[in-house]
């Protein structure tokens, strides 16, 4: 048998074992009308999306690719209340985004990660505090105009 043979019927034989799709399989269909298309409610939540520019697109994907229950975080796009609480919530969905982002989870099944907003125990009145209390109303037209000027990236899956 000639070398060329041999090269080229190893290579037809790992042709046919590759994968022939590099593009995860959608695993959950997540309905965003649920969570207000991950726009937030509350317009100081949305400021802070807005100059932080979080990833809301990386946060989808980890849900409908990686089976990330994400149901605990709908209060915080439904809601109206910005409280310390809202605030870990939102850290946690920055810190999912930014390592979705990254790729870091791969095809890891994610199903059995229990995300809850950060225990405060006896504290737990400091976790309703409202945060919106300490913003000056006067400031309100500007964290407006800030929200409207920002792009928002629309989440598509």
Same mark, same amino acid.
């Given at each position: 048998?000639?070398? $060329? ?26 309905? &965003? +009308?649920?969570?207000?298309?991950? =726009? ?18 990386? %946060? ?10 994400? =149901?605990? %975080? ?7 209340? %910005? ?5 870990? @919530? ?9 390592? =979705?982002? &990254?790729?870091?989870? +791969?095809?890891?099944? &994610? ?11 006896? &504290?737990?009145?400091?976790?309703? %505090?409202?945060? $919106?209390?300490?913003?000056? @109303? $006067? ?9 409207? @000027? ?8």
């Amino acid at each position: 048998m000639k070398a $060329s043979t041999i090269f080229v019927s190893a290579l037809a034989a790992f042709a046919t074992a590759a994968p022939t799709s590099t593009i995860p399989e959608k695993r959950v269909n997540l309905d &965003l +009308g649920s969570f207000n298309n991950f =726009g937030f409610n509350n317009q100081d939540l949305q400021y802070l999306l807005a100059i932080n520019g979080f990833n809301l697109q990386a %946060f989808a994907q980890l849900s409908a690719f990686n089976n990330l229950n994400i =149901g605990g %975080f709908q209060n915080l796009f439904v809601g109206n209340n %910005f409280d310390i609480n809202a605030l870990l @919530q939102l850290q946690q969905i920055a810190l999912l985004s930014q390592l =979705g982002g &990254l790729g870091v989870f +791969g095809n890891f099944d &994610l199903s059995a990660l229990q995300l809850n907003v950060f225990d405060l125990g006896l &504290l737990g009145g400091i976790g309703g %505090f409202d945060v $919106s209390s300490l913003i000056q @109303q $006067s400031l309100v037209p500007q964290l407006q105009t800030v929200i409207q @000027q920002t792009q928002i990236n629309t989440v598509v899956l």
